[in-house]
């Protein structure tokens, strides 16, 4: 019984382990600042995007969840007629179940900027 209770252990430790080992590599939600520019105003954009469908003990089914800081960015920087970019960006993410799915929201805001020709 002790070499079955060590095995069932094991087992349980190493789903644990497999199933925490979830990671993903560094995303830039900003790109460098040109050397020349003008600060335009404060900016904000805002994307959503769920993951749902409730199957089995899981949410399946990403829908617009993967892009939405890339939209929230580009939303941001099109609330300021003529920027092109945004500097001292920060990111807020909010989310709220509904029973058959959560969705999670991202608001990006900042200084929209303009690059100044030489």
């Known amino acids: 019984m002790t070499t079955m209770k060590c095995l069932a252990s ?51 089914i990403p829908m617009g969840l993967n892009s939405r800081v890339e939209r929230a960015y580009q939303l941001a920087v099109q609330s300021v007629p ?16 509904w029973l058959l799915a959560t969705t999670r929201c991202t608001t990006i805001s900042g200084d929209a900027i303009k690059e100044e020709r030489r």
Do not use: H
């Open 10 to 60: 094991g087992l349980m430790v190493l789903t644990v382990l497999v199933l925490s080992g979830c990671a993903s590599a560094p995303v830039t939600v900003a790109p460098m600042p040109p050397a020349k520019y003008r600060v335009m105003a404060k900016a904000t954009g805002k994307a959503c995007g769920s993951i749902g469908i409730l199957g089995t003990a899981y949410y399946v």
């Open 82 to 97: 003529g920027a092109t970019a945004l500097i001292n960006v920060e990111l807020q993410d909010d989310w709220f179940w």
